[in-house]
């Protein structure tokens, strides 16, 4: 009697384990998987450079006014989408938008966004027009000397357009309140005067160059080629 007993208990743990065995099987299966995922992922290249650009001064703030036109409708419509194309083409960066409803300074100012909700590690490059009067672009930088990045984007505006005399090439400023709103929290960035609004030669070749120019500052932002 002990004998069967013992026989039959025996058999329900060889049974028990076939029983349970499928779900556990399953469970070992996926823990392996997602064990041999992770280092995967680590081993692959190190993250992307973020770059946000930021068209004008953004929501209802139309900017500098010239030649019929406003600084945020030029950006916005001539600029802005030929900077999104080859902002796709680019391969070891990511290049993302503010979106243009939104006013950066106004977001960070009043609502603790704008700024606040960006990585430190974001460099953010800004796109403007100049007014009232004058010839050619600059590059408004953060610190007092101009970065590599500072260097290549002047360079696309003394080719396409030419440079400001005045500041031939850069301007260290630290009273601009879009750039202020990312110097206090530590955030890289320049900010590009592609030309004047008000010059009717600047804004021919300008507008001209657009395909050009979107390409080549995405190229300088990013220091990548597209080809
Ligand atoms: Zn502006």
Redesign the pocket.
């Known amino acids: 009697m002990k004998k069967w007993k013992f026989g039959l208990i025996a058999g329900l743990m060889l049974l028990l384990p076939l029983a349970l065995n499928t779900p556990v099987a399953n469970a070992q299966t996926t823990a392996t998987t997602e064990a041999t995922t992770k280092p995967a992922k680590k081993t692959t290249p190190k993250a992307k450079k973020h770059y946000l650009i930021v068209m004008?001064?953004g929501a209802g703030d139309p900017?500098?006014r010239g030649n019929g036109t406003t600084?945020a409708t030029f950006l916005r419509k001539y600029m802005l989408p030929q900077l999104r194309k080859y902002a796709k083409e680019v391969q070891n960066s990511t290049v993302t938008f503010y979106n243009p409803k939104k006013n950066l300074v106004s977001d960070t100012l009043f609502h603790h966004q704008g700024s606040y909700k960006l990585n430190k590690k974001t460099t953010v490059i800004m796109f403007?027009?100049?007014a009232p009067a004058g010839h050619g672009g600059h590059v408004i930088i953060h610190k007092q000397h101009p970065t590599a990045r500072d260097k290549r984007l002047a360079k696309v505006i003394q080719k396409y357009v030419g440079l400001n005399k005045a500041y031939n090439g850069y301007s260290y400023r630290t009273n601009l309140k879009n750039c202020n709103v990312l110097r206090k929290r530590g955030i890289d960035y320049s900010l590009v005067?592609s030309g004047f609004i008000t010059n009717k030669t600047d804004v021919h070749h300008l507008k001209k160059n657009m395909a050009k120019i979107a390409k080549a500052d995405i190229e300088a932002i990013t220091n990548e080629k597209i080809k």
């Open positions: 004008g001064h900017g500098a600084e403007h027009l100049d005067e």
